[in-house]
């Protein structure tokens, strides 16, 4: 493994040559890197939207939540340092403190033109859903939070507002893009038959939706519908699966329910704890074991490994879990493997 950032600068006074600093390097030592990392060369086409992305997106859900400033800025700078380049976050994230984290690591960092960012709007409770007005205040007051001009790919969250015309929440999109405010649209919770309409609409100047999230991850396949399958492919859409480690459970590290009384994530956890979820970590543990990686990079490597799908959206808690993760992007499982994960989450 790479390792960054390593100082090979020595005292100017005369060394001791039993200290540790003196002794010449092991053979098997790693060897320090210095320059971009291998990640950065690791690029796959955002759909339609006109970015190119790391395969693997890093999400902000946890970030003024569970994780707080300093430790979400050592979690950016991980997945930054490894060569990530695309960070997802939302509006209503930790009622918007998430948005305000990364852009102050966005600033401090000057790395804003290296970074896709990509904001899911409709669920702040100041400006909920997806009529003209709240879309459009929506995006200023996150372009406010983020210390930015733009945002790169803009997720319009259906799951917020079943009342707004879709014709009206694209027209709206359609000014964001032409203003430079937005660059891209993208989705969340939209039915096959919507996105096909909203198709219809770019014919008429409004912009593509170019990028799908699904809640999708071993445990949850067959959420992602056939007919939504048959028409992000046949519309060339990215899918951005969230959800992919299923809140945490498909890392492994929690396998027994906690006594007492559970926190959100850990009711969301124990949903899980059942002969299925049991059956699936051993599986994921197996393939790990012969791979020598583990389970949380072989859920990634599981879904990189599913037609359509461009880059997963994962949070982390911690730098050493965006290692772990970004170890699943190098992985390619064989057929068996994913036989073996598919009849275990049956």
């Given at each position: 493994m790479?390792?960054?950032?390593?100082d090979?600068t020595l005292?100017?006074?005369?060394?001791d040559?039993?200290s540790?600093?003196s002794?010449?390097p092991?053979?098997?030592?790693?060897?320090?890197?210095?320059g971009?990392?291998?990640?950065?060369?690791v690029?796959?086409p955002?759909?339609?939207?006109?970015?190119?992305?790391?395969?693997?997106?890093?999400?902000?859900?946890?970030?003024?939540?569970?994780v707080?400033?300093e430790?979400?800025?050592?979690?950016?700078?991980a997945?930054?340092?490894?060569?990530?380049?695309?960070?997802?976050?939302?509006?209503?994230y930790?009622g918007?403190?998430?948005?305000?984290?990364?852009?102050?690591?966005?600033?401090?960092?000057?790395?804003?033109?290296?970074?896709?960012?990509?904001v899911?709007?409709?669920g702040?409770a100041?400006?909920?859903?997806?009529?003209?007005?709240?879309?459009?205040?929506?995006?200023?007051?996150?372009?406010?939070?983020l210390r930015?001009?733009?945002i790169?790919?803009?997720?319009?969250?259906?799951?917020?507002?079943?009342?707004?015309?879709?014709?009206d929440?694209l027209?709206t999109?359609?000014?964001?893009?032409?203003?430079?405010k937005?660059?891209?649209?993208?989705?969340?919770?939209?039915?096959?038959a919507q996105?096909?309409?909203?198709?219809?609409?770019s014919?008429?100047g409004?912009?593509?939706?170019?990028?799908?999230?699904?809640?999708?991850?071993?445990l949850?396949?067959?959420?992602?519908?056939?007919?939504?399958?048959l028409?992000?492919?046949?519309?060339?859409m990215?899918?951005?699966?969230?959800h992919?480690l299923?809140?945490?459970f498909?890392?492994g590290?929690?396998?027994?329910?906690?006594r007492?009384a559970?926190s959100v994530?850990?009711?969301?956890?124990?949903?899980?704890f059942?002969?299925?979820?049991?059956?699936t970590?051993?599986?994921?543990?197996?393939?790990?074991?012969?791979?020598?990686?583990?389970?949380?990079a072989?859920?990634?490597?599981w879904l990189?490994?599913?037609?359509?799908?461009?880059?997963?959206?994962?949070?982390?808690?911690?730098?050493?879990?965006?290692?772990?993760?970004?170890?699943?992007?190098?992985?390619?499982?064989?057929?068996?493997?994913?036989a073996?994960?598919?009849?275990?989450?049956?």
């Amino acid at each position: 493994m790479a390792y960054f950032g390593v100082d090979s600068t020595l005292s100017s006074s005369s060394p001791d040559v039993n200290s540790p600093a003196s002794r010449a390097p092991h053979p098997s030592a790693p060897i320090p890197v210095q320059g971009p990392s291998v990640g950065s060369n690791v690029r796959v086409p955002l759909g339609e939207s006109g970015f190119s992305v790391f395969p693997l997106i890093l999400g902000g859900a946890e970030f003024g939540w569970n994780v707080d400033l300093e430790s979400s800025h050592d979690i950016l700078d991980a997945y930054a340092d490894l060569g990530g380049n695309a960070v997802h976050t939302s509006d209503s994230y930790a009622g918007g403190r998430s948005e305000h984290i990364i852009g102050q690591w966005l600033h401090s960092r000057g790395l804003r033109d290296d970074i896709v960012l990509a904001v899911r709007v409709g669920g702040h409770a100041d400006n909920p859903g997806l009529g003209s007005v709240n879309l459009v205040r929506s995006v200023e007051a996150s372009l406010t939070r983020l210390r930015t001009d733009r945002i790169d790919v803009l997720s319009l969250d259906a799951t917020t507002d079943s009342a707004t015309a879709l014709e009206d929440t694209l027209a709206t999109a359609e000014w964001l893009v032409e203003t430079g405010k937005v660059g891209a649209i993208g989705a969340i919770g939209y039915t096959a038959a919507q996105l096909v309409e909203a198709r219809i609409f770019s014919s008429a100047g409004f912009p593509r939706i170019t990028v799908l999230d699904v809640p999708f991850n071993v445990l949850r396949r067959h959420e992602f519908d056939s007919d939504l399958r048959l028409v992000a492919g046949a519309q060339g859409m990215a899918v951005t699966p969230s959800h992919a480690l299923e809140h945490g459970f498909l890392a492994g590290r929690q396998r027994t329910r906690v006594r007492g009384a559970l926190s959100v994530r850990g009711a969301q956890l124990a949903a899980n704890f059942n002969r299925r979820g049991s059956r699936t970590l051993r599986a994921l543990d197996a393939v790990g074991a012969e791979l020598g990686v583990p389970d949380a990079a072989v859920a990634v490597a599981w879904l990189l490994a599913q037609r359509l799908v461009t880059a997963p959206i994962v949070n982390a808690y911690a730098p050493a879990h965006v290692e772990e993760l970004v170890q699943g992007v190098g992985v390619r499982l064989s057929r068996a493997q994913l036989a073996d994960i598919a009849r275990a989450s049956e």
